[in-house]
């Protein structure tokens, strides 16, 4: 573990730069005047203020301890993992701005921000502090970063990643449905933005390590096939 600490350092490095863009990408998308759209699932799944409330706190409990568990176990899959996540926050953030979501529920408040507001928002949001404050975090600042679900994407990553180490893997699993859950009943995004981050992430994932994911990628090598 200790040798896989700097790349470990690197990789955290290259995420946050990752999620940075991202971030800027979505409140410059937040600025656009966008259209709210119908969505059959959302119109039969009621909402629940406490569960919209607590989102973001449930995402988090259901993701950092499982992530450190998983440095643990396996250090260097870790920073491949952490590669791969910057790559999805990259992604996504290209995805916002190409398509111009409105939000799921309530006006358009941010349409016309000025820089000054989307760089005040941005340093609260690149700060755990910021992001998760209830008055001006991402429940305040991030209406629009809907296609594709981050909230999804990231919680579905780390369960691929940590999919062979099965006292992780069924933990997780369960903490990404308990998520993906919670964004219907907290209507924070449309189930379009949670499809695509399927697709989105698992595509990525293939492309990183194969699939079946490769010998390297932390499974066991599979036996030869008979002469």
Known sequence: MRRALPLALASFVFRYACYGVMVWLALWAEARPAPSLPDVVLAHVPYVPWVDRWNYIVWLLAYVPIAL???????ERFVRYMVSSGLVALARGV???????????????????????????FLDLMTPFGFFAPDSGARVYLLKDLFFSGHTATTLLLLLYVWPHPRLRWPMLASHLLVVASLFFAHLHYTIDVIGAYAVTFSLFVLREGWPPRHGAGLAPRPPLPS
């Open 69 to 75: 568990a998983f440095y643990a176990a396996a250090p």
């Open 95 to 121: 995805c916002i701005v190409a398509t111009g979501l409105g939000p799921v529920r309530g006006p358009d408040v941010h349409a016309g921000m000025d820089v000054s507001a989307r760089w005040s928002a």
